[in-house]
Antibody, heavy 122, light 105 residues
């Protein structure tokens, strides 16, 4: 059974940093591109970042580029998102998601975690 | 940019729901649909405009190409109460529509 579990959410002050982790199981992690998607409270979905299966290619939303870093450790079956210079509008549930095999470069997502809430507030 | 309409759809069980997603530029068939039930993560329904994901009931169907797309739910069931999002996968950055909320009366 495919499982994705996010860790590391919480309350952080504006300008602060946080690192989210996503532990996966049930599939060969190193074969798939992976993605982070976020959802502000009561709002829609926003793509954040995607990383290639071998970690080489990374793509970011304009709103987070230069502040967030996506990474992975294939030996540990783990995906990460480092969030720096956090702002109030980064407050959201952050989901990790697995790329569908039939959508090149993980541009659609067939499995999602339950999400981790990040709240940016003083 | 993706525009979804209507914002809310309220229908009875058994009725047909038609959700629209319009792209601001030609995205060929690279359009994806997700369902998000309250308090849950999104679920992949349709990719590449019409291809049903594994385990998705046949009452969900997608159509369209270019700039105009539709998700049809034939024979609504209570469990279909959710917000439905479209997403384009033609170009980075990937973008989602604003969502259509389907309510079952």
């Amino acid at each position: 059974e495919v499982q994705l579990v996010e860790f590391g959410g919480g309350l952080v002050q504006p300008g602060g940093s946080l690192r989210l982790s996503c532990a996966v199981s049930g599939f060969t992690f190193s074969d798939y591109w992976m993605t982070w998607v976020r959802q502000a409270p009561g709002k829609g979905l926003e793509w954040v970042a995607t990383i290639q299966d071998n970690g080489t290619e990374k793509n970011y939303a304009h709103s987070v580029k230069g502040r967030f870093t996506i990474a992975r450790d294939n030996a540990l079956n783990s995906l990460y998102l480092q969030l720096n210079s956090l702002r109030a509008d980064d407050t959201a549930v952050y989901y990790c998601a697995k790329g569908h095999i039939n959508c090149r470069s993980a541009t659609c997502f067939d499995y999602w975690g339950q999400g981790a809430l990040v709240t940016v507030s003083s | 940019f993706l525009t979804q309409s209507p914002a809310t759809l309220s229908l009875h069980p058994g009725e047909r729901a038609t959700l629209s997603c319009r792209a601001s530029q030609n995205i060929a068939s690279f359009l994806v649909w997700y369902q998000q039930r309250p308090g849950q993560a999104p679920r992949l329904l349709i990719y590449d405009a019409w291809k049903r994901a594994t385990g998705v009931p046949a009452r969900f169907s997608g159509s369209g190409s270019g700039t105009d797309f539709a998700l049809t739910i034939s024979g609504l069931e209570a469990e279909d109460s959710a917000v439905y999002y479209c997403q384009q996968r033609t170009n980075w950055p990937l973008t989602f529509g604003g969502g259509t909320k389907v309510e079952i009366k």
